[in-house]
């Protein structure tokens, strides 16, 4: 049997702290529970996975700082896809990326979805 997953777009950074920590703190519960976890950053949330963006972020309230919440769900195993067309929008380069970083598109998006036991949107 195929490695159950869960799937979490992030659309906030900076502009909605909790929102943005959410797919964090539940990806790395998932992983904790043996379930693969799947980030999804677009829209604003792209700047997430720019490399020492998130170390310059305030802590997102009840949760932990946004250095240890990537670093945990990393370190968990989990996986950072990251919107191409919504990177070149900000005229962010790959290699601007986090290593752990993986780019993505619309289709692979798709598969992932379909693939997925849930999506969760933030």
Known sequence: MAEERVMLVCTHSIDNLE?????????????????????????????LAKKGFVDHMPSPGGFNPFPKLLSDFLELGGKLKVCVPCIKERNIQESDLIEEAELTAAGQLIDMAIKAKAVFTY
């Not at 797919?23 to 700047?47: E, K, R, S, T, W």
């Open 19 to 47: 929102v943005a920590a959410i797919p964090f703190v539940m990806g790395a519960a998932a992983l904790a529970m043996d379930v693969g976890a799947d980030i999804v950053l677009q829209g604003d949330a792209v700047y």
